[in-house]
């Protein structure tokens, strides 16, 4: 079983190495023209990172193909000493900058909200996000053992997982899109109309591109796709970071596999919480296609 743990700031579960930077983060300058992807963890990061990779390079899948999507986008929080932190990579980038996030609203920059930077969120329904971030947490041998399935509901649903509780990070976000430059995109609406969804982000993006251009956004981007591609698959991460003969990062990219893992009796007790943590908000999500 893996020793790893996480450390608490403000009651959020976080990496211990980026806890240990947290002044440096909470310090970052962000510049008006940074655009922030912001997601709780395994509702879609990799993929919205892909779109809007091939939207900034107008289809030019050559370009997108000559770096690791990761590596394009800045994750604000990462730290790994000695290595350079996600701040270090993100001041040495020229603008304008394209960085990634899974801070919850209260623990952002705050000079993200200071420069009125775009923000794009992409939110998945629970049931999913918790059966995904489960796999992930088995594979992913610098997060902590999730233990059984039955345990890791519990965990789930306490918000005792990195990145903290999946109500809170979806409400926060929800809560500030109309006071913000927010383009509040769902996993499961990308899915049913990718095409759709991707001409909202172009246009948020302040980008215009024809129609063939489009279409050849919506086929690269597919899983199938995406999962054959090294740029997008993280197969170059090493196995003692992500071991995909545990469980492949790209894993199934459906709506709905909830289905093959929650019980009768867990599903009605999370929809319960899910009534009471979520009372008040009009946040809606699509359980199945
Ligand atoms: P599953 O584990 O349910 O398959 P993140 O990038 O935020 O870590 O999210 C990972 C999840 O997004 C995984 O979900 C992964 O398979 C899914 N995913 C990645 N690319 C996708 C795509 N092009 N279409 C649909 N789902 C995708």
Redesign the pocket.
Known sequence: SKKTHLKEVAGIPLQVATVDNWRQIQSFEAKPDDLLIC?Y???????IQEIVDMIEQNGDMEKCRRTIIQHRHPFIEWARPPQPSGVDKANAMPAPRILRTHLPTHLLPPSFWENNCKFLYVARNAK?CM??YY??QRMNQVLPDPGTWEEYFETFINGKVGWGSWFEHVKGWWEMRDRYQILFLFYEDI?RDPKHEIQKVIKFMGKNLDEMVLDKIVQE???EK?KENPMTNRSTVPKSILDQSISPF?????VG?WKNYFTVAQNEKFDEIYRRKMEGTSINFCMEL
């Open positions: 997601t963890p395994k509702s879609g990061t990799t993929w999913d059966v995904s796999h992930f899915k981007t597919s899983f995406m790209m894993r199934k990219g459906t596999d």
